[in-house]
């Protein structure tokens, strides 16, 4: 029952520190001081990381798994991303974290870049395109290192799965920084 997020006793910062100690296990080179994100920066390759460190894909499967079987069978990224719509800032922000982990490997960011939705959360690259959702700096900052994560640690494969327009966006994104909107044209802003 402590992987449930719909149980009674889940409070929003109990739901927080949940899904960020999910995110820990599945991706600790995140939370390390000493250890960043690949990128142009940093030297630092995620295939480098020392394998003891770091849970294979299917371990970190397994608890993708468990964490739907302890809510009913109900899919995990449609729970994921029903946190990551929650009103309460604390478990945005632990979906979130979550989200960043899976999106760093290549597995886990198949999954998400093909989760379609059908449920109360529609699916994870509508949500994640649509900057105006999250309104604290906070939040933008946490979406945007999903963003960096999926193109820096996937960046190979990516494309094959999402569309040049949607591609692009996000390497506009990730250009731009966590504080990128899309611009409206005058004509629509003024009608």
């Known amino acids: 029952e402590w992987l449930s997020l719909h149980s009674r006793v889940s409070q929003p910062k109990l739901k927080s520190a949940f899904l960020s100690s999910l ?3 599945m991706e600790p080179i995140m939370w390390s ?5 690949p990128g142009p920066a940093n030297s630092t390759n995620v295939s480098n990381i020392n394998p003891c460190t770091r849970p294979n894909d299917a371990i970190v499967m397994q608890l993708y798994q468990a964490l739907s079987d302890a809510n009913n069978g109900r899919d995990s990224t449609e729970l994921i991303l029903v946190s990551a719509k929650s009103p309460f800032v604390e478990e945005r922000l632990g979906a979130y974290s979550l989200l960043q982990a899976f999106a760093m490997r290549g597995l886990g960011l198949r999954l998400l870049l093909l989760h379609e939705g059908g449920g109360a959360s529609g699916g994870f690259l509508e949500w994640l395109l649509m900057h105006e959702l999250e309104t604290t700096i906070e939040g933008k900052q946490a979406k945007y290192k999903i963003v960096e994560s999926m193109l820096l640690c ?3 494969f990516i494309r094959g ?3 040049d327009k949607v591609y692009n966006e996000l390497e506009l994104w990730l250009r731009r920084g966590p504080t990128y909107v899309r611009s409206v044209p005058w004509e629509m802003a003024t009608e």
């Open 154 to 156: 996937n960046k190979e």
């Open 161 to 163: 799965i999402v569309s």
């Open 33 to 37: 001081d000493d250890v960043s994100i």
């Open 23 to 25: 995110s820990q296990v």
